[in-house]
């Protein structure tokens, strides 16, 4: 353990319940998991909207980042500074930071390369969520693989879900968004409407009006209207309830890190279809000898989701065989305090 507090630097409402995500969780948990392991941690929040945008959070993260004393160790969710080098360079020289990124800005913005490698390269260490990430990190900025650690997200031990006899009850947890591709589970399901299904999606909707609208106009003329349910941002027991009796989890992501659902879903022993993007092979994983608790879809290829979930609804030997993988994969998963393990590592490695 470093001799001094163990500053964190995050978004401001990574508690807060109206915004749920997984880089708040795993921000939050993370935090919770350090000092349960003896870390005196200290939590700095940046304001700046939600989305979080440079504009709006860059006084803030100049005046939490003067607030930390020289030399100290402190992690810096790089939501916050991927896109802002003219605070984060020039901090670089007291502190020993380390970037923790969940999801690279160069990915879907070209422009935020720049800044955004920049930020990286200052850093002392960085810290990534999957494999997948550092790869690409390692890619495109040109940063030894070697120098940034993978630190997966943890799950939370859970009953295994009752579900449902047919496999009907489809589950997809994320924010309304394009990004987590509900548009594109929705063509799926209308071509499967000859089926009986009934699919929540549990996110926030607030983020993209318009498109959460559109979603809602859509399913109303496709006649699927009460079986495609936007429920909104669900969290704790709600959450748990929606898990519990959830036959499939439904992941049609453009763009995923990872992918913490996932690992829920299995924490659940709830098989997954999600396209394949980012990380999500890694947090799926394999079942010796039986292969993945899941399928994975192409991205970008419009049938693949419809074949998966035709075939889910209609093969009642492939349902079951799938629920036997997730529960055999339940057992593989790690903690929180597995997590908070690696990150106080890569801390002590930059404190000396």
Known sequence: MTAGALHVVVPRGIDDPRRPSGGNTYDRRVCEALRDLGWPVEIHQVEGGWPWTPALGHRGLRRALGRVPDGSVVLVDALLASRLPEVVVPVC??????LLVHLPAGIDDVLARLPERQVVAAASSVVTTSAWCRSWLAQHYDV????????????DPAPVATGTAEGTNLLSV???SPVKGQDQLLAALCDVRDLTWHCTCAGADSVDLDFADLL?????????????????ALT?????????????????????????????????????VATDVGGVREALGEVPGRGVPGILVRPGDPGAMTAALRWWLTDRGLREELRARAVERRAQLSGWSVVAARLAAVADEVAS
């Open 93 to 98: 020289g007291r502190l020993r930071v380390v």
């Open 216 to 232: 809602l106009k859509t399913s109303a003329e496709m006649g699927l209207a009460g079986r495609f349910v936007l429920a909104g």
């Open 236 to 272: 704790g027991d709600a959450l748990e309830a929606a898990y519990a009796g959830a036959d499939l989890l439904v992941l049609p992501s453009r763009a995923e890190t990872y992918g913490m659902v996932v690992a829920d879903a299995l924490a659940h022993g709830v098989p997954v």
């Open 144 to 155: 030894a693989p070697g120098g940034v650690h993978v630190a997966h997200p943890g799950v």
């Open 174 to 176: 994320g924010t309304i």
